[in-house]
């Protein structure tokens, strides 16, 4: 049977080490996620992984057992995040596909086009970061909350510490912006 | 049926969104299903935020250790607690093993193998040492730099610390000297797999480092107490040297006295 993130955390605290390597296999794919999406670099998104987990270690003493593990790890993750974003002074990086090549479509591309166009033509993926990044960081921790870790709008109300309103509002203002870009986008996202 | 204005009695954009993701209470819900057949401003919003939600699906995060080496990030961080620095020590007691030793027996190592330029070695729960590449470094006065940075938190240096940034200068130099062998690799999955090797070899290393070190101050240790013995011996040697000329001078001065004694009689 499977053990509750509660149970692993109570092991865990206890000094159980493999209790909360389970922890850590269990949330280390979306605390990675959620990093990437935030911040938009594979390798910062890895650091932000590791040290979210280092630190739920080391502050696991001080962990309050009726807390969700889940919603703990995510406050460290998005703290790291934001530290990211404070540190490098800048909004989420869009990585080229490594497949892309640039010169052979650099050829193709028409006089009109932008970089952006060009690679908003070529992947979807790189569309969709490409819309992302330009949000406001609030919008896309919302959405990306959301979207993609299925949290309730009370759960990212507590971890962005606004109110329930301002987070529908968060979320239906990126999601307009969005609904633009991929509008104006070469080959229509949605 | 109003075409050109929504005439929705409410939060509007909120309510929307909060049907549009299902996370509604059940009064809104019938409410908005109620105004929906009416509105073609909000059915065409809701469906178009549909289709922006389609597009967000397409967007997952680069799985770097599915994509090229084929396995789970399981192994990519852990937390381990060798047990290997406590045996073999030559101390009675863990209490009587130096500082350095008894934190490095209560060390935690978390390795990295995810990727070459974040490798990140912590030795202490209690956040004594880390060792990153990354950019969450304590902030220096310059900019993260790429090479690895040793850092010190506790504001004055124990000796054991010193030990330790030694081992971990080795460790990280040895690393970084197998990597810029490999770097002209002919994969991304034999680079990482060679990533990967390097890692576990320098934990292997590293530990084999820390036996090493610790078997040497056990060996220190025996030498000094051997030492202690034998000044011990000779001291008590002299002392019982001593004694004896003593015992030997007083028994003469008796025998003296005795000689006199029966002289006089
Ligand atoms: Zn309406």
Known sequence: MTSTDEELVARSMGGDHDSFNQLILRWERPIYALAYRTIGREEDARDVCQETFLRAYRALPKFRREAKFSSWIYRIALNLCRDWARRERRTPVVQLPEDMDLIEMAAAVGPSESIEDLVARKDLTARVELAMARLPDEQRTAIVLKEYHGLTFQEIADLQGCPLSTVKTRLYQGLSVLRREFARSPGRVA | ?265
């Open chain 2, 1 to 265: 049926m109003n075409d050109t204005r929504c005439t929705f009695d409410g939060p509007r954009d909120e309510v929307l969104v909060a049907y549009l993701y299902d996370d509604i209470g059940p009064r809104e819900r019938e409410a908005f299903e109620a105004h929906l057949p009416d509105c073609l401003i909000c059915r065409t919003e809701l469906d178009a935020l549909s289709d922006v939600r389609g597009g967000l699906a397409a967007w997952a995060p680069p799985d770097v250790l599915d994509g090229i080496g084929g396995t789970a990030p399981s192994s990519a961080l852990r937390i381990v607690n060798p047990e290997s620095p406590r045996v073999s020590t030559g101390f009675r007691t863990f209490a009587e093993a130096p500082v350095w030793l008894q934190a490095a027996a209560a060390m935690l190592v978390v390795a990295a193998s995810l990727g070459l330029a974040n490798l990140n070695l912590t030795y202490s729960p209690s956040a004594g040492l880390s060792v990153s590449t990354g950019w969450m470094l304590p902030a220096p006065a310059v900019t993260p730099a790429p090479a690895p940075v040793v850092t010190a938190a506790a504001p004055t240096p124990d000796p054991w610390q010193a030990d330790l940034t030694v081992l971990e200068q080795k460790v990280m130099a040895g690393v970084k000297a197998q990597l810029a062998a490999t770097e002209a690799s002919d994969g991304d999955a034999a680079l990482l797999a060679r990533v990967r090797n390097i890692v576990q070899e320098s934990e292997r290393r590293q530990q084999r480092e820390l036996a090493l070190r610790v078997a040497e101050v056990a060996r220190e240790s025996q030498v000094q107490r051997q030492a202690d013995l034998v000044k011990i011996d000779r001291n008590l040697g002299l002392i019982q040297r001593s004694t004896g000329v003593e015992v030997m001078r007083t028994q003469q001065q008796l025998n003296t006295l005795a000689q006199r004694v029966s002289q006089q009689r």
